[in-house]
């Protein structure tokens, strides 16, 4: 009876060790497993031009960090849903990665088509991290406390636009033409048209107009451009392709030849087909995709990205993409660990962190930045990506 009751005790003491064996295999290899960040973006569709590059971008930064080991030991892995360019499919295609085990969530160039996505993403517990949505409502105010964009805000594209079309081309006289699809153009045109008014003086605005660049149908509108007294020096025209780029057609067509201002969203050389022989054309992005930034830092990356890819980046948004898995790797780094939580909180600590995107600070309140550095480049003759030279914000409107 003894003899049976040791051996008994001895074949659950082999069963508990064997448990424990399997139970510390198992840990062991979900610690081998890479941590997954799971991309929901663009990439058919519309916007997916705007995501290509910084997913892209995302690879070349993951594969470094693998090949020097990791984060914390741990290797990185980006999987993908895509939205199709449509709002109403952001929710789905980051519900989708999350189900597939993303512990970091990365949503598309924009707010009103990233949105869904980060907020699925902040309920989730997750960062929440678009590439390069402008709209400053990305952010705890719009979405959520664990939602971030790499983003150079629009209201310090336009600041820029606005102080380099008055202080270094002597413009004093301006027409702003919004599209009124997306958040970001109504925060471009309106801190244009405040920074403007500064500048310029309230009589210094001549006129505003707004089209749906859904249906790009612009004639009523050029008609008023046409017959104001006389015609404006710049024309803003917060607009992105395809739509804007009909509008800006219809403009040229129409012989209204003034000067126009764009964001980033006119970045590339994609849509340029739809406005034969555009000139006159400035923009502010990123960085120049064409050869010939001059910034050293810039110019690695794109030579990095090329010898990768064997072709440039689409946009310059691709500074952006490489730049969220910058960040939030060094925020890993610096909290110790993946916890949200503690990875948010030390996002909330950059101040100035040298990024590519350029020096990158976030607050507890602020996800975004405003002022940094831009490339400001023309379109000539049809030919784009002319530099002119590094703008900056250098005061945001009162």
């Given at each position: 009876?003894?003899?049976?009751?040791l051996?008994?005790?001895?074949?659950?003491?082999?069963?508990g060790?064997?448990?424990?064996a399997?139970?510390?295999?198992?840990?062991a290899?979900?610690a081998?497993?890479?941590?997954?960040?799971?991309?929901?973006?663009?990439?058919?569709?519309?916007?997916?031009?705007?995501d290509?590059?910084?997913?892209k971008?995302m690879?070349?930064?993951?594969?470094?960090?693998?090949?020097?080991?990791g984060?914390?030991?741990?290797q990185?892995k980006?999987?993908?849903?895509?939205?199709k360019?449509?709002i109403?499919y952001?929710?789905?295609?980051a519900?989708?990665?999350i189900?597939?085990?993303?512990?970091?969530?990365?949503?598309t160039?924009d707010?009103?088509?990233?949105?869904?996505?980060?907020s699925?993403a902040?309920?989730?517990g997750l960062?929440?991290?678009?590439?390069?949505?402008?709209?400053p409502?990305?952010?705890?105010?719009g979405?959520?406390?664990?939602?971030?964009?790499?983003?150079?805000g629009a209201?310090g594209?336009?600041?820029?636009?606005?102080?380099?079309?008055y202080n270094?081309?002597?413009?004093r006289?301006?027409?702003?033409?919004?599209?009124?699809?997306?958040?970001f153009?109504?925060?471009?045109?309106?801190?244009?048209t405040?920074?403007?008014?500064?500048?310029a003086?309230?009589?210094g605005?001549i006129?505003?107009?707004t089209?749906?660049?859904?249906?790009?149908?612009?004639?009523s509108?050029i008609?008023?451009?046409?017959?104001?007294?006389?015609?404006p020096d710049?024309?803003v025209?917060?607009?992105f392709p395809?739509?804007?780029s009909?509008?800006?057609r219809?403009?040229?067509?129409?012989?209204?030849n003034v000067?126009?201002?764009?964001?980033e969203?006119?970045?590339?050389?994609?849509w340029?087909?739809?406005?034969?022989?555009l000139?006159?054309?400035?923009?502010?992005?990123?960085?120049?995709?064409?050869?010939n930034?001059?910034?050293?830092?810039?110019a690695a990356?794109?030579?990095?990205?090329k010898?990768?890819?064997?072709t440039?980046?689409?946009?310059?948004?691709?500074m952006?993409?490489?730049?969220?898995?910058?960040?939030?790797?060094?925020?890993?780094?610096k909290?110790?660990?993946?916890?949200?939580?503690?990875?948010?909180?030390?996002?909330?600590?950059f101040v100035?962190?040298?990024?590519?995107a350029?020096?990158?600070?976030?607050?507890?309140d602020?996800?975004?930045?405003?002022?940094?550095?831009?490339i400001?480049?023309e379109?000539?003759?049809?030919?784009p990506?002319?530099?002119?030279?590094v703008?900056?914000a250098e005061q945001?409107?009162?």
């Amino acid at each position: 009876m003894k003899q049976r009751q040791l051996l008994k005790t001895g074949l659950v003491s082999k069963t508990g060790l064997a448990a424990l064996a399997l139970a510390a295999a198992l840990s062991a290899a979900r610690a081998e497993d890479p941590i997954i960040i799971g991309a929901a973006i663009a990439q058919s569709g519309a916007i997916a031009p705007y995501d290509d590059g910084p997913a892209k971008a995302m690879e070349i930064a993951v594969d470094e960090i693998n090949a020097k080991g990791g984060i914390l030991g741990r290797q990185l892995k980006i999987i993908y849903s895509d939205t199709k360019s449509d709002i109403a499919y952001g929710a789905t295609a980051a519900q989708d990665v999350i189900d597939k085990g993303a512990k970091m969530v990365v949503v598309t160039c924009d707010y009103d088509y990233g949105s869904a996505a980060a907020s699925v993403a902040d309920g989730a517990g997750l960062i929440a991290f678009s590439t390069c949505a402008g709209d400053p409502k990305f952010g705890p105010s719009g979405i959520g406390p664990n939602a971030f964009t790499m983003a150079t805000g629009a209201p310090g594209q336009a600041v820029a636009l606005a102080e380099w079309a008055y202080n270094v081309k002597g413009w004093r006289t301006a027409y702003v033409l919004l599209d009124t699809t997306i958040a970001f153009d109504a925060s471009f045109a309106d801190f244009f048209t405040r920074r403007w008014t500064e500048l310029a003086g309230a009589e210094g605005l001549i006129g505003k107009d707004t089209f749906g660049g859904e249906d790009p149908q612009i004639a009523s509108q050029i008609t008023r451009i046409k017959a104001l007294p006389k015609q404006p020096d710049v024309m803003v025209l917060s607009s992105f392709p395809p739509g804007g780029s009909s509008a800006m057609r219809q403009l040229r067509a129409a012989d209204v030849n003034v000067p126009l201002l764009g964001s980033e969203s006119w970045d590339g050389d994609y849509w340029l087909e739809a406005v034969p022989n555009l000139s006159n054309f400035y923009l502010v992005t990123y960085g120049s995709v064409f050869g010939n930034d001059s910034r050293p830092e810039v110019a690695a990356f794109m030579e990095k990205f090329k010898k990768k890819f064997d072709t440039r980046p689409v946009t310059s948004h691709a500074m952006t993409g490489y730049s969220v898995i910058q960040g939030w790797t060094k925020a890993i780094e610096k909290a110790g660990t993946f916890d949200t939580d503690k990875v948010r909180d030390a996002l909330e600590t950059f101040v100035g962190e040298p990024l590519l995107a350029g020096p990158t600070t976030f607050t507890k309140d602020t996800h975004i930045n405003m002022r940094r550095d831009l490339i400001l480049l023309e379109v000539k003759d049809g030919k784009p990506g002319n530099v002119i030279s590094v703008v900056k914000a250098e005061q945001m409107p009162k």
